[in-house]
């Protein structure tokens, strides 16, 4: 019954790109935005020594993005929280066990359950394909300008066409997140699925 319920409801509303980035991958790609969003505006950038660090002003408070960029600045190491282990199993998942970025991801889960999102895995899928076709600027074999697109753009960039998105806007960022090397190019980018190990209630 709860599934025939979830394929009939129509959510509220349009996530903005980190919504849809958590609804696609969970946590880690949420994260993944929020860092890509951040730096569309350079308020994280990679120093000389790969280094991720706070280097402007923070984004709109109440966000996930303003969480992730706190537990950045405010790290006892100060950015390198973002640094060692490999990218599923350390960098992402240490920075959203911080308070604050862990807070910010309840509230952003609860909304989406509020908006009728949350494990509405078909109307995840129809509005990933809607995207898809309406942002194909944002494909990373178009090389987009994060800088044009702002940070809804990074982050929504994140959320259609995952890692290689990043690899191709900024290589040393991807390398300083332990991002996947992308083994292929895609015209498009590669589909993403909705990430079924995801934290997203979407399994």
């Known amino acids: 019954m709860a599934a025939w319920f979830l394929r009939r409801v129509r959510p509220r509303g349009e996530p903005d790109g980190t919504g849809v980035a958590f609804l ?9 935005a929020c860092i890509a969003s951040l730096n569309s505006t350079g308020a994280v950038a990679v120093d000389a020594d790969g280094r991720l660090i706070v280097a402007g002003p923070p984004p709109e408070p109440d966000t996930l993005a303003f969480a992730v960029f706190c537990a950045l600045r405010d790290a006892p190491a100060g950015p390198a929280i973002a ?24 509230r952003l889960r609860d909304q989406l359950a509020a908006d009728g999102w949350l494990g509405n895995r078909s109307a995840i899928r129809r509005l990933v394909a809607r995207l898809r076709n309406a942002q194909q600027h944002l494909a990373p074999s178009l090389d ?3 800088t044009v697109y702002g940070p809804n753009g990074a982050a929504l960039a994140v959320a259609l066409f995952g890692p290689s998105a990043i690899w191709q806007a900024d290589p040393r960022l991807a390398r300083a997140l332990g991002l996947p090397i992308p083994t292929m190019k895609h015209r498009r980018g590669p589909e993403p699925q909705v990430d079924r190990d995801a934290d997203c209630g979407c399994a």
């Open 24 to 32: 696609v991958g969970g946590t880690r790609t949420a994260v993944w």
């Open 83 to 106: 640094a060692g282990g490999a990218a599923r199993g350390g960098r992402h998942r240490r920075l959203a066990a911080e308070p604050g970025v862990a807070a910010a991801i309840d």
């Open 144 to 146: 987009p300008a994060w």
